[in-house]
Each structure stands twice: as C-alpha cells, then as structure tokens.
C-alpha cells in the first residue's frame, strides 16, 4: 500500500536530527573537553515553546521571528522538529592555558568570577561567562549538525532564541548554553528570506524601522547644526527629527522582572505537563 | 598525454609537490566554508590565510618553538613543541581569525562574556569612547587581549566548524589548533584578528594529527629518519671494502679460478 509521504515528514525530520546529533558528537574539538547533551523536541512541543518565545520576545525582536516562523509551520501543519544542542562544563575551564581570551589574566580568576554568576538575568542569551575555546568547541559540534541537515536536503538554522526559551521552560536545564536547531519544514529556505516575517512586520513598519536606526542614510545637509532627516517624499514640507533618547530604565527594569515572572509561570505548566 | 606522478615520498619532490598541490585546491574551498558558515546576523567577521610551502612552515614552527620556552606552564610548553612537529608535518595550514570580537561586538548583552545582559566587561576591560572601542593598543600581557564579545566567538566557532566539515568531506586530515594559531597570529597572519586559529592539513596515508606519542618533538618521523642517516652513515664505514669484502664478489672469483683450472 502506498504511503503519503506528508505523513512521514515529522519522522524523516526525526530520523534527520539523529543524524544531526551524530555529527555534533563526532565534531572536531581543540580542547576535546565538552560534554554535549541534547533532545529532540516534536511538534507538539512546540505551542509551550511559541509561548515561551513570545514572553522573551517582548525583550529581543528576535526571538519573535522565531515565534512567527514556528507558529507559521504549525497553522500550515507543516512537521518541523528542533534539536536542542545543549553543552555543560563551559563556565568551568581545568585547561589552565591562561590565554586571557575571557579577560582574566588566569583561568583560576575566570572560575572563581564564573561561580558568582549563579543565575543568569532574563535578558541574557546565555547562562555565562563561558571559557572562549569551549564555546568555539560547541559551536564547532553545532556547526556540524548544520552540515548534517544542509547534506540530507533539510532546511535548517542554528538558533540561539529557540535554545534559550527551551532552555528558560526547563528543556537541558543543567546545561550551560542550549542552542536550537530547526530542521524543516520541507521546503527551500524557510529560515531564511523569511515569508512570514511579512504577517507581521508590514512595510510602514519596516520603513520606520530602517529610519529610526539608520537616520544617517536620510540626513539633510549636516551644516545646518541640526539631526534633521528625510522621512517622506516631500521631507521639506514637513521636517522630521532624530534626537538621541535616553531609555526609561525604571520601565526596561519592570518589563524584564515582567519576563521573569511569566517564564517561571509557563516553565511551572510545562513541568506539570511532564 | 600530460601526466601528473604523485608519490608522497620524498617529501617536497615533484611527485610529493603534486599531491600538496591538491591540498592547497582543498584548502581554498575549506576556506570558502569557513567564510560561508552561520554566523549572528550574516555579518562579516572572518579572514583567513592559506600557508604552505617549506620555509613557511618551519618558520610557524619555529615561532611555536620559541613560544614553548617563553611559556611558563610546562603543559603548554608541551603543546607548543608537540604541535610545532605537526606544522612541519602538514600540508598545508589554514589561519582563521574573527576580526570583530574586540573593535565591533555585536552589543547584544547576550552572556556570553560576563553572564549579565549588558556588554559592560568588554567595554570596561577595553577603552572606548562614546561606545566606540579603540582596539589601537595592541600589547598584551596574555596570548588573547580579552575579553572577547562572545556572539562573535561563538561565530568563530561556526567558520572553524564548517572548514572542519569541509576538510573532512573532502577525505582531507585536519585538525584546529591553538598553538598554531598564537603562532600565525604573531608573525601576522589574519592581522586584523584578536584571536585566530591554525588548522593544519595532510592528505597523507597516515593522518599526521592523530595517533601522537608523548615527547613528540623528540621521537617523530622525522627525527628517527635522521636518527637513521646519522647512524648509518657511520655503520657504513665500520664495513670492509664491497669490492673485497663482498661474499658473491668472493664466490665469483672463486668460479672463476675453477673455470681456469677445468680448462688447463
């Protein structure tokens, strides 16, 4: 009997990421001391780790790309599956090469600074600080996991937003540093000229976007002492300013506790539902 | 028809130079996956040098040799001097630097460096102005001016991931070092880069990165080969004269007397 082959996607997807893990193990290593850890996550993980996305999306815009693009795939019912990458024994260096890469003069200071380090804040990627060459290890074992799926015809892109709110919902939790990588959906190049990206982010959008942070390629003539920039057609008419502004830091501080709380919330759920 | 003879033996004979030729073709579409590999934001942020040659190499060594006997700790000592035989061994060396970790970070707060969500360890260990850092001053007291921005390192480790697959799909034996990459970084290979990495290459019938005895700079190939010409040379002349001493020479003459008293 013949089978569809749409039914098969989220297993050859699985059957893919074996693969992908295979190479991470099999990486080349310069100090040849990290210790990988890693787990498949299905499509129907997927919606906790949207939500978890979501809740740090309203501090990096990335990961609300990432949010988009998951999302999307799982309103087409298109199979994608993530492989978590996750790495310990980054925070720690025995190698005593002293290079002073991390800014310690000695990998005695870099450790005994790193154990301060108990949790990392809401906003950052990473649990850090991590020995350099460690990191250029893991990487390495991610790269090839790229290649694995790039040589297999699988669309795929090594994600930090995908690992860190895995990471954030208790998905490797003990591991230092958890990158996701995607793997599918079966099409070409979904992780890249992204078309979903267009749902949300409309032209207008786009545009201010481009102007508020490259004011410099709009800027009138400079010797008139002013921050004027062009912003319509007829920008004589009506004329626009882009004056430096400090950041409300009482808000930034809020909205991140905002994210702590909702992480620990959804993490607590996800947990349950173990 | 043309032909191209290649034979591993002697080492940088025309038949040997053949093959290294193939390397060095190898070594620039490694260098390609390097420079394509995934990084934040598909910002450029790599460099990369092809070295080989005789000369060149053992000037790599020899820096990491000299480097050995600066350092203080003997297990890099070690690794210097062990890895330096490597250089000499290889085919071919790929240098790979990321020019951004100190001057351009990537300003992401991400962790990585100082595991808080702002950048201030590099801006604070490295002067900078108006969030500009000036990476002019170039001393350091230790191998890497650190600290390093941490995205950007993690990038690093994407391109040398990549030339690692690349090398490795095209049946070429690599491997990264950072010895050789200190060493090609002071002689002012990838210049633009805080920190770079050497990988040494070899398409030889034994991979020479792998399978690597203690006291490497003492007993290698190399060394027992010389220990050979040495020796012999001097066996050489504790023997007699072939033209006398040789036992057939001896044998013939003998056959030769017989064949002349048969005929009397």
Redesign the interface.
Known sequence: MAIKFEKLQEETLIDVAKLCATSVLK??Q?TGRVKFEMEILKMDELPNLIEALMILGRLHMFCMLSAAAYSTVLQEGKPVVILLIGASGL?TSEL??????????TCGEFNAY?KT?KE???????????C??K??????????A??TAWANNITN??E?ASGMAAKAIGYLENCDVVHGLPLGPMEELYWYSRRFINQFMTYDMWKERLQDMFGVLFQTFVGDGRADIKITDDWWMRRHTNKVQPINMEEFEEM?KGIARDIEELKKRVKGGK | MPRIYINDWPPFSPPDQSRRNNVIEAAKLIVNAAMTAPNAGGVSQVEAEIVYGMEEQEQIARKMEDLAHEESQEHISHLYKYEAVMVREADCIVFLGDFRTIETPMDAGCGFCYGVDDCRWLYTKHPSYMGLIDATDRRSKTVVKGPLCGVRVQDFGYAIGSAMWMAYHLMIDARPYYTVGVAGQKLGYCPNSPIVVGILLAALSKNPFVDVNTAYHLVNMSKLIDAVRKTYILFRQSGGDYRISDPWAEIFRERKKKEKKEEK
Do not use: E
């Open positions: 990486a080349p310069i925070r005593n090469w002293n290079c002073g890469a991390c800014g310690f003069k790193s380090i990392p804040p809401p906003g950052a990627l990473i649990h850090g600080p991590v350099n060459w990191m250029i290890d893991y990487a390495q074992g991610c790269t090839w790229c290649a892109r090594i930090i991140n």
